[in-house]
């Protein structure tokens, strides 16, 4: 696991990491930042942690503007010795909430959280029921049923319980698969589960941006009925599946 942390107190760097090595030893440490200024300027380079712990009060700002400066694609684990900025935390990337003195009883709980959520969401690794992917997929056309290749789709969604395929060019099609039949069988680097309505094609993705709440909202072509929303706890794997994909 790669972690960063952000504070600007070098002894509680040190318990910190000294904490981190007891509950995963070996835990790499890419690196430590006191400030918005530093922590910004990092983050830019490109790099990804697995996590990243915050000090909300830095030495030249609150770590909540970091969010404001740069684009966060990793899941954050806010430290203060205040409870007070608790909302504030839950509406950036934060999985977990750590309220000062820090013991290896809360490090653990946290780190144990994210291990839990990365098993929960992540398609893009493994996959408990996935099988060999497809290259094509029988799609009903009329009364007929045709061979559609997979790149061909640009998403897949239900409504009332009834899968329908979407191609590149617009036209729309039933499936008898169901979301989560056809995620078992899609490239995971190729297809994404949004959410309960939508499973997407990279190719497919015009654009994205960060809503209220943490939440991610798609722009995809061809244009979908209805706004495409990736949830708070599904938005951290989100970004790193693009990352990596692109």
Known sequence: MRV??????????????????????????????ESVKD????????QTPDIAF????????????????????????????????LLQAFEQNTIHYLLKPITETK???????????AG???????????????????IRKGMSY?????????????????????????????ADQSLSDLEKVFDPQ???RANRQYLINLQAIDKYRSIEHSKIKLELKPETAGDVIISKENAVVFR??????V
Request: proline share 3%.
């Open 190 to 192: 190729k297809f994404f």
């Open 146 to 174: 045709v061979p559609i290749s997979i790149n061909q789709i640009a998403y897949v969604f239900s409504e009332h319980k009834v899968s329908f395929v979407k191609d590149h060019g617009g036209y729309v099609y039933l």
């Open 4 to 33: 960063i942390l952000v504070e600007d107190e070098i002894t509680a760097t040190k318990k910190l990491t000294s904490l981190l090595n007891r509950v995963r030893p070996g835990i790499e440490v890419l690196a430590t930042h």
């Open 54 to 85: 915050f000090d909300i009060q830095l030495a030249d700002d609150v770590s909540f503007e970091i969010f404001k400066q740069c684009e966060v694609n990793f899941p954050v684990i806010f430290i203060t010795a205040y409870d007070n900025y």
């Open 107 to 117: 490090v653990r709980e946290a780190v144990e959280k994210l291990e839990r959520m």
């Open 120 to 138: 929960h969401f992540s398609s893009l690794n493994k996959h408990p029921n996935r099988i060999d992917s497809k290259e094509k997929l029988l």
């Open 39 to 46: 922590t910004v300027n990092w983050i830019r380079q490109g």
């Open 240 to 245: 790193k599946w693009i990352k990596e994909m």
